[in-house]
C-alpha cells in the first residue's frame, strides 16, 4: 500500500495550500494592530468564484480561456513531483527538478500569452515585467540547485532532500544558509510578494502578476487564485525541506513537522511583507542578482570545502 | 543506400524538369513539389530503416576526379541527420506549392523550384558523402542553391545585400574546409574518409581551428553567425524553414565527423565548443528578443539552439577528457536530440511566420496583432511551435535539453574541471531558456493576441489547406516527440556510437533509457492533468456567455488598439537592461512642456557583432583590393592572358 501515502500527501498539498496566504494575511494584520480576514478566506474566495459566470472582452481568444488552465495544470503537475516532508512523491527522477523549473515556464508563458490576448496596456506590462524577472530569477534557482546537487552528490530533489540531515547542516552550514535565502529571494519573487511585488494594490501600475490577470473572472480567476496558493506551497516546501532535515523516522511525525514549517515560512512571508517596503521597480533586479550571487557564493564554498 | 542515392537522383531530376517548365508556373510547381515529396518518401524509408538496424552501409564507386571517388557512406549519424532533411524538406515542398502560388507569373517558380530540390539533394550528398571531394562538391552545391533561394525576392535591397553576405561567408568556409581536408587526407592517394589517418597533436589542433571556422560559418554559431539573421530572413518562408531547420545543421554533423577522424581529443577543443555554445546560445536568445521582425526572430533563435547544440558537444568532450564517458554520453544524445527536435519546431515556426506574411503582407511585429481571431489555427500551431522552441513540456524542445541539463548535472557532482564545465553549460541553458520564452511570448504575442495595429494586419487572410497541413503535421511531431521519447532510444544510442565512437554509444546506452522515459512520463501526466483541468473547467459553465464587453482595463472605457503593449515595449525593461550588449539605436521623444504635442519614437535593434567586426574588416580589405585595381582592365583579351599565365605555370609546376 505505498501508493496510499503520497496520495495522501499529494492530497494534503492540494487542500493545505490555500491556507499559506491566509496565514500570511494574519501575520500583516498583527503586526498593523489589525484583525485581519479570516485564516479560511481564500477557500470562501475560491468557491464564490467558481459559481460566477466569467466576463470575456471581445478582443480576446482560445489563448485567454486557456492560459489559467494550463497554468494551474502545470503547477498541479509539479506538485506531484514536489517531495513532501523530504519523501518523494508520485514521480522522482534524475533531474526532476528541471522538469520542475519548465513547468513553472510553461505556467508563466501561458499566463502571460493570456495577459496578451487582452490588448490592455496594463496586462501587457504586467507580462513584460513577469518575464523580466523570470530572466533574473531562473538562473539563481538553478544555480542554487546546482549547488545543492553538489552538496548533496544527488540529482534528483527526493534524494537530495533524503541526505539533508542535520549532519550535514553541521559540516556545511554555511553553503545551507545561503542556499536558504537564495531560494527564499526567489520564492519572494516568483510569488510576486513584497518586496518584488504587491499583491495587495490592485490598481497600481507597479505591479505584476496581479495585473496580469486583471480580465480574469469567474471560475477562471479562480483557477489562478488557487494556482498562486499551490505555487506560494511549492516554494514553500522547498524552504521547509532546507531547513527541516528529517529527524523522526515516522511518517506522520515528518509530515506533522514539516506542515508546522510550512506554517513557519508562511509567516516569514508575512513578517517580511510588514517590516520591508516594496522595493522600486527598477530595483527588483538587483534583489535577484542578489539572490543569484548567494547561490554562486554558495556553490564556490561547496567546491572549495 | 540505393534508395538515398535513388533520391539524390529524383531530386535533381525534378529540378531539371521545374526549370524546363519555368514559363508554366502550375506544372513547375507540380514538378518540383511531386518530386520532393516521393523523394522524401524514399528517402525517409531508408534513413529510418538505418536508424532502427543501427548498422552502416557503404558504397564506392571510381570517380574520374582527381582525389575523389563516388564513397557514399549511410550509418546511423548520417541517418540520423537525413530523417529530419527528409520531413522537412517534403513538407516544405507541400507548403511550398500554396506559399508561392500568389508569385506566379511575377517570379520564376521553376528556378525557384529547381534551387529548391537542388539544396535537398546537395544536403543528401553531404550527409551521406564518405570523400572529401564528393563532401565539398556537395557543400558547395549547397551553398549555391541556397544563395539562388536567398536571391528569391532581389528586387528588395535587403535580400541583395544578405545574398552577398552569405557568398562571402559560404567561400569563406569552403576555403578553410579544403584546407582542413587537405591536411587530414595528406599522404593518401584518395580523400576517403576512410584513407584518413590520425594526425599528430598540433596538426590536428590546426584542422580543428579549420574544422571549427569552416563549419562553423555554416552552422552560424556567434560570432561567425552574421549572414544568418540576413539570409534566413530573406529566402521565401519554406525555404527559411529548411535553412534554418536542416541546412545550418550541416556544420554541426561536418564538425562531429572531422571530430572523429581527430583521434584522442584535447580538452581545449572541448572547451573552445563550450565557451562558443555558451556564448550562442545566451547571446542569440537575447538578440532575438531585440528583433523587430518575426523571421529575424526565429533567425537568431536558430543561433541560440545551434549554441546549445554546440556547447552539449563541448560538455561532453570536456566530461570525455575526464573519462566521464557518463555524463559524456548524456551531452552527445541530448545535442543529436535536439538536431532534430530543433528542425521540427524551427520548421514550423518559420512556416507559421511564412503564414503570417502571406497573409497579412507583413512579418514586421510592430504592424501585426490580433491575427488569432483571423487564423486561428495558424496562432494555435504557431504558439506550440513557441513553446517547443523554449523547451517548455510536453513538447519536444524540452526531451533534448533535458538530456543536456541531466548531463551537466551528472558533471556538477564530479572533479572541478568537469563541474565548472557543467555549471556554464548548464546556466547557460538557464538564460538562454528564460530569455527565449521572453522573445518568443513576446513574438507571439505581438503578431497573434490583442487588436490589430495596422489595417493589413485587420484584413490577414488564413493560410491555405495546403500550408496548415504540413503545419499540422509537424505540430503534430512536436508533441508526438516527448511523448514517445522512449521509441527514440534505438536511434540515439546507435547514432552517438556511430558519431562519436562505440564506447560514447555503450555509455548511452545504459544512461538515456531512464531519462527517455521519465521525460514522457513526465509529458503524458502533464497532457492528463491539463485534460482534467479543462474538462472540469468546461463542465462548469458548458455554455458560457460571451458579453459583447470591451476589456476592463481597470475601467477605461475607450482602449484603442495603439495602446496596447507592442513589442518594443514589451522587451524595453530587459533590452535596457542589456542595453550595453545589444547596443539598439533609439530616439525618444523629450516632453519638456505641460502639454506636450505629438511625439514619436523609434528603436533599431542593430547587427551589433557585424557593425563592430566585420564591416570594418570588410572595409579593410576592400581598400586593400583597389591597390590591385590595375590587374582589373575589363578587357577580354587581357583576362584570357591571366588564365593562359596561370595555366602554363602550373603545367610548368607539375612537370
Known amino acids: 500500500m505505498e501508493i496510499v501515502k503520497p496520495l495522501t500527501q499529494y492530497l494534503a498539498a492540494l487542500l493545505l495550500a490555500p491556507l499559506l496566504p491566509g496565514i500570511i494575511n494574519r501575520v500583516k494584520a498583527f503586526f498593523a494592530g489589525r484583525r485581519g480576514q479570516p485564516v479560511l478566506q481564500l477557500y470562501y474566495d475560491l468557491y464564490k468564484l467558481l459559481q460566477k459566470a466569467p466576463v470575456y472582452s471581445r478582443t480576446t481568444t482560445w489563448v485567454f480561456r486557456a492560459g489559467p488552465v494550463i497554468g494551474l495544470a502545470a503547477i498541479l503537475t509539479s506538485l506531484a513531483v514536489l517531495p513532501f516532508a523530504g519523501r518523494p512523491s508520485f514521480l522522482a527522477f534524475d533531474g526532476d527538478f528541471i522538469f520542475l523549473l519548465y513547468l513553472l515556464g510553461l505556467a508563466r508563458f501561458a499566463t502571460v500569452l493570456a495577459a496578451l490576448d487582452t490588448g490592455s496596456a496594463f496586462e501587457g506590462m504586467g507580462a513584460s515585467r513577469e518575464m523580466q524577472f523570470a530572466v533574473f530569477a531562473e538562473p539563481a534557482f538553478f544555480l542554487g540547485l546546482a549547488a545543492l546537487a553538489r552538496v548533496t552528490g544527488q540529482t534528483s530533489l527526493a534524494g537530495m532532500f533524503g541526505v539533508l540531515t542535520g549532519d550535514l547542516w553541521r559540516t556545511a552550514a554555511p553553503v545551507l544558509a545561503l542556499l536558504t535565502a537564495s531560494f527564499f529571494i526567489v520564492l519572494l519573487a516568483e510569488n510576486s510578494r513584497v518586496p518584488a511585488d504587491d499583491p495587495n494594490t490592485h490598481l497600481e501600475l507597479t505591479m505584476i502578476h496581479e495585473v496580469m490577470v486583471l480580465d480574469h473572472s469567474g471560475p477562471e480567476l479562480a483557477y489562478i487564485l488557487y494556482g498562486a496558493a499551490l505555487k506560494l506551497w511549492f516554494f514553500g516546501a522547498l524552504i521547509a525541506c532546507m531547513v527541516l532535515p528529517r529527524h523522526s523516522g515516522s511518517w506522520a511525525g515528518d509530515t506533522g513537522l514539516f506542515l508546522l514549517a510550512m506554517a513557519g515560512v508562511a509567516a516569514a512571508v508575512g513578517v517580511v511583507e510588514s517590516v520591508i517596503a516594496r522595493l522600486r521597480l527598477i530595483k527588483v533586479p538587483y534583489m535577484l542578482i542578489t539572490a543569484f550571487a548567494f547561490s554562486t557564493l554558495a556553490l564556490i564554498f561547496q567546491m572549495g570545502r | ?655
Open chain 2, 1 to 655: 543506400m540505393l534508395l538515398v542515392l535513388l533520391s539524390i537522383i529524383l531530386l535533381l531530376a525534378s529540378s531539371a524538369l521545374a526549370l524546363f517548365f519555368s514559363r508554366e508556373p502550375s506544372r513547375a510547381q507540380d514538378a518540383g513539389a511531386y518530386g520532393a515529396v516521393a523523394a522524401s518518401a524514399l528517402g525517409l524509408w531508408a534513413a529510418v530503416r538505418t536508424l532502427a538496424a543501427g548498422s552502416a552501409e557503404t558504397l564506392s564507386l571510381p570517380w574520374s576526379v582527381p582525389l575523389g571517388s563516388l564513397s557514399f557512406c549511410l550509418d546511423p549519424l548520417s541517418a540520423l541527420f537525413l530523417v529530419p532533411v527528409f520531413l522537412l524538406t517534403g513538407l516544405a515542398a507541400v507548403y511550398g506549392v500554396g506559399y508561392l502560388r500568389s508569385y506566379a507569373g511575377s517570379k520564376p517558380l521553376g528556378l525557384a523550384w529547381a534551387a529548391f530540390n537542388t539544396l535537398t539533394a546537395a544536403m543528401v550528398l553531404v550527409f551521406t558523402a564518405a570523400n572529401a571531394v564528393l563532401f565539398l562538391l556537395g557543400w558547395e552545391l549547397m551553398a549555391a542553391a541556397s544563395f539562388l533561394l536567398v536571391l528569391f525576392e532581389h528586387d528588395k535591397a535587403q535580400s541583395r545585400k544578405a545574398g552577398f553576405i552569405y557568398l562571402a561567408a559560404g567561400g569563406a568556409g569552403a576555403l578553410l574546409l579544403m584546407a582542413a581536408f587537405a591536411l587530414l587526407g595528406a599522404g593518401s592517394p584518395l580523400l576517403d574518409f576512410a584513407s584518413f589517418r590520425t594526425p599528430s597533436g598540433t596538426a590536428a589542433s590546426a584542422i580543428f581551428l579549420l574544422a571549427l571556422g569552416g563549419f562553423g560559418l555554416k552552422a552560424g554559431f556567434i560570432p561567425l553567425h552574421v549572414w544568418l539573421p540576413e539570409a534566413h530572413p530573406a529566402a521565401p518562408s519554406h525555404v527559411s524553414a529548411v535553412m534554418s531547420g536542416v541546412m545550418i545543421k550541416t556544420g554541426i554533423y561536418g564538425l562531429i565527423r572531422v571530430l572523429v577522424f581527430l583521434g584522442p581529443w584535447q580538452e581545449w577543443w572541448g572547451w573552445t565548443l563550450l565557451a562558443a555554445g555558451c556564448v550562442s546560445c545566451v547571446l542569440g536568445a537575447l538578440f532575438a528578443l531585440a528583433q523587430h521582425e518575426l523571421k529575424r526572430v526565429l533567425a537568431y533563435s536558430s543561433i541560440e539552439n545551434i549554441g546549445i547544440i554546440l556547447a552539449a558537444v563541448g560538455l561532453g568532450m570536456v566530461g570525455a577528457a575526464h573519462n566521464a564517458d557518463r555524463l559524456a554520453a548524456l551531452a552527445f544524445a541530448g545535442a543529436l536530440l535536439h538536431v532534430f527536435n530543433h528542425s521540427l519546431f524551427k520548421g514550423l515556426l518559420f512556416m507559421g511566420a511564412g503564414a503570417v506574411l502571406h497573409g497579412a503582407g507583413t512579418a514586421e511585429l510592430d504592424a501585426l496583432g490580433g491575427l488569432a481571431k483571423k487564423m486561428p489555427r495558424t496562432a494555435l500551431l504557431f504558439i506550440a511551435g513557441a513553446a517547443s522552441a523554449c523547451a517548455l513540456p510536453p513538447f519536444n524542445g524540452f526531451a533534448g535539453e533535458f538530456l543536456v541539463y541531466l548531463g551537466a548535472f551528472k558533471g556538477i557532482s564530479s572533479y572541478p574541471a568537469v563541474a565548472l564545465a557543467g555549471v556554464l553549460a548548464g546556466l547557460s541553458l538557464a538564460v538562454a531558456g528564460a530569455l527565449a520564452a521572453a522573445a518568443f511570448a513576446r513574438a507571439a504575442g505581438a503578431a497573434f493576441l490583442g487588436e490589430p495595429r495596422t489595417e493589413r494586419a485587420a484584413a490577414a487572410h488564413p493560410p491555405d489547406g495546403l500550408m496548415l497541413f504540413s503545419m499540422y503535421a509537424l505540430g503534430a511531431l512536436c508533441l508526438a516527440v516527448c511523448a514517445a521519447a522512449p521509441l527514440l532510444l534505438v536511434p540515439l544510442v546507435s547514432a552517438v556510437g556511430a558519431g562519436f565512437g562505440g564506447g560514447f554509444g555503450a555509455a548511452a546506452a545504459l544512461e538515456v533509457p531512464g531519462p527517455l522515459v521519465y521525460i514522457s512520463a513526465g509529458a503524458l501526466l502533464l497532457a492528463a492533468v491539463a485534460a482534467i483541468a479543462a474538462v472540469k473547467r468546461r463542465s462548469m459553465f458548458p455554455a458560457a456567455r460571451t458579453a459583447d464587453v470591451p476589456t476592463w482595463d481597470c475601467g477605461y472605457a475607450a482602449p484603442t488598439a495603439r495602446m496596447q503593449y507592442g513589442a518594443s515595449s514589451f522587451a524595453q525593461p530587459l533590452t535596457d537592461f542589456f542595453q550595453p550588449v545589444l547596443r539598439k539605436l533609439g530616439q525618444y521623444p523629450v516632453i519638456a512642456e505641460y502639454f506636450p504635442g505629438k511625439a514619436s519614437f523609434s528603436t533599431e535593434a542593430q547587427a551589433v557583432v557585424y557593425n563592430a567586426v566585420y564591416a570594418p574588416a570588410a572595409a579593410r580589405i576592400r581598400d586593400l583590393a583597389y591597390r590591385f585595381s590595375w590587374l582589373q582592365h575589363g578587357r577580354l583579351q587581357i583576362y584570357i592572358m591571366y588564365i593562359v599565365v596561370t595555366l602554363l605555370g602550373l603545367l610548368l609546376w607539375k612537370l
